[in-house]
């Protein structure tokens, strides 16, 4: 059974950062691609990054220069740092990962940005 812990979302007034983690445990195959997406209420699900084993980076483009995604492949860790934060990233913030059999889904954590 594969369980994603994620942590670090909170309310942080516009300008601020946050630092998300999200950790992998229980995998019998190798992880290759982590990534975050996120959903504001009464909207879909959107990509917001991911990143591959090899360290491939993709950013959705409203998050570009401000948001950076990394991992740590000896933990399964992914980390997103989210500076410059707008109320428009206003949203709950799940982790997913892929191994060669399945994709995975973090219980969310909610990022508030607001005055």
């Known amino acids: 059974q594969v369980q994603l812990v994620e942590s670090g979302g909170g309310l942080v007034q516009p300008g601020g950062s946050l630092r998300l983690s999200c950790a992998a445990s229980?995998?019998?195959?190798?992880?290759?691609?982590m990534g975050w997406y996120r959903q504001a209420p009464g909207k879909q699900r959107e990509v917001v990054a991911v990143?591959?084993?090899?360290?491939?980076?993709n950013y959705a483009d409203s998050v570009k220069g401000r948001f950076t995604i990394s991992r740590d492949n000896a933990k399964n860790t992914v980390y997103l740092q989210m500076n410059s934060l707008k109320p428009e990233d206003t949203a709950v913030y799940y982790c997913?990962?892929?191994?060669?059999?399945?994709?995975?889904w973090g219980q969310g954590t909610q990022v508030t940005v607001s005055s």
């Open positions: 997913n990962v892929a191994d060669t059999r399945e994709i995975y």
């Open positions: 229980g995998s019998r195959f190798r992880i290759y691609v």
């Open positions: 990143i591959t084993s090899g360290g491939s980076i």
